[in-house]
């Protein structure tokens, strides 16, 4: 059946907020990476994971690269006793080819939803939150918010419409990308369809869950929610360059960002298009230093009591293979953290606990290649050679 362009970005954007993706593996070539280490600012490889490791992974990234027509690609892997390895690869910019560089800012899409649900959970460690309070407690006008927790909303089992899955909102966000949206508004969207199951009982991945979560933040802490990240997270942890934008405001060096989702399906540069309709679910910008650090806070808990932590981890079914999801984070094939997809970028943070090894992968695309996310797909093929029992092989998308 041959979809309309408005019809077929709905159903790219219903993709982008719901689907899991697993990903096939991706064959290597003779094409070797580009690497342009020389750039590094924070995180060069002290010590390589071996010359034979090193060529296969600079193969496979580049032939990875070519054939999802991914621009840009950013990749850090370090495994503590067996080296590390950060390459940058490709263009930061099609129009001038300016190479792509390991230093870059970068829209890191859903990876800002372990952020929020970590201010969250400090406001539980604070005891001025319950996980198990209802929603209308603190944000009125949610459907069936008596009986949604904030706890479900964190787990992504809420049951509330994802709003970026409503056509009118698809539309008008397409049609100005350089709009500033405020939470309500985006609720709006949402708050008019019906709920799609009962709390609790099933996984369906919504940004609604976590725009809420950030109004519980705003009301219970009496600050911003940018503020209140930068205070109790992002200071504590050191991310010196990580913030929750307000607008389209993007720090330099960043890469110019791609995307197919517009109205005509045509691709289109989105590196200023406006985030703050994904606000807490999505809006945030970071770079390869401060997503090293963060991948190991966030699996290991360091801002967190022990107790809260534990309910963090304890994931549940998503009804995809291999990937389950907890408070603000999925485990898949023993890796732990959080992907991220917004038009024109896409990036992957995760943590292994069994070998301490951190991946984090940034890209300046979203456009899919055969229906599967470019990042997931380079991470897939990362983790089949450096660590073969543990395999990523998906992740909650977002935008």
Not at 158 to 177: E, I, K, N, R, W
Not at 223 to 236: H, K, S
Not at 245 to 257: A, D, S, T
Not at 288 to 316: K, Y
């Amino acid at each position: 059946m041959r979809h309309t362009p408005h019809r077929r970005l709905l159903a790219a954007l219903l993709f982008v907020a719901c689907a899991l993706v697993s990903m096939t593996t991706a064959p290597a070539s003779a094409a070797r990476a580009a690497g342009v280490d020389r750039h590094c600012r924070h995180d060069c490889p002290r010590g390589g994971l071996g010359p034979e490791v090193t060529a296969r992974l600079d193969r496979t990234i580049e032939d990875v690269r070519r054939q999802a027509g991914i621009p840009g690609v950013v990749v850090g892997l370090w495994m503590p006793g067996k080296g590390s390895y950060v390459r940058a690869t490709g263009v930061a910019d099609t129009a001038t080819h300016r190479p792509m560089t390991p230093d870059v800012f970068v829209r890191i899409g859903s990876e800002t939803k372990t952020f929020t649900v970590t201010a969250l959970l400090e406001l539980v460690d604070d005891h001025r939150i319950r996980l198990d309070d209802p929603i209308s407690r603190y944000v009125r006008g949610v459907p069936d918010g008596r009986r949604i927790t904030l706890r479900q909303l964190a787990e992504m089992r809420s049951g509330l419409f994802p709003y970026t899955a409503d056509p009118d909102f698809v539309h008008d966000l397409l049609s100005d990308p350089q709009r500033s949206f405020t939470p309500r508004e985006v609720l709006a969207y949402g708050f008019k369809h019906k709920n799609t199951f009962a709390p609790g009982t099933q996984f369906e991945y919504s940004n609604t869950n976590l725009v809420l979560l950030g109004l519980v933040v705003e009301k219970v802490s009496g600050q911003r929610l940018a503020d209140f990240i930068d205070e109790r997270v992002l200071g504590p942890a050191r991310l010196h360059r990580t913030l929750l934008p307000q607008g389209p405001e993007f720090p330099e060096p960043h890469p110019r960002g791609y995307t197919n989702q517009t109205l005509t399906g045509a691709v289109a540069d989105s590196t200023d298009w406006n985030p703050s309709w994904a606000w807490a679910a999505g809006a945030m910008i970071s770079d390869l230093h401060d997503l090293r650090r963060w991948a190991r806070i966030v699996a290991t808990g360091t801002l967190l009591s022990p107790e809260t932590q534990a309910q963090r981890l304890r994931t549940l079914p998503t009804g995809f293979p291999g990937t389950s999801y907890g408070l603000g984070i999925f485990e898949t094939g023993g890796w732990i953290g959080h992907n991220g997809s917004i038009p024109g970028y896409e990036t992957v943070t995760v943590y292994l606990p069994s070998q301490q090894a951190t991946l984090v992968v940034m890209i300046n695309t979203d456009i899919t290649s055969q229906g599967q996310e470019p990042s997931s797909l380079l991470a897939r093929a990362i983790t089949q050679i450096v660590t073969p029992n543990n395999v990523y092989d998906g992740g909650a998308t977002a935008g």
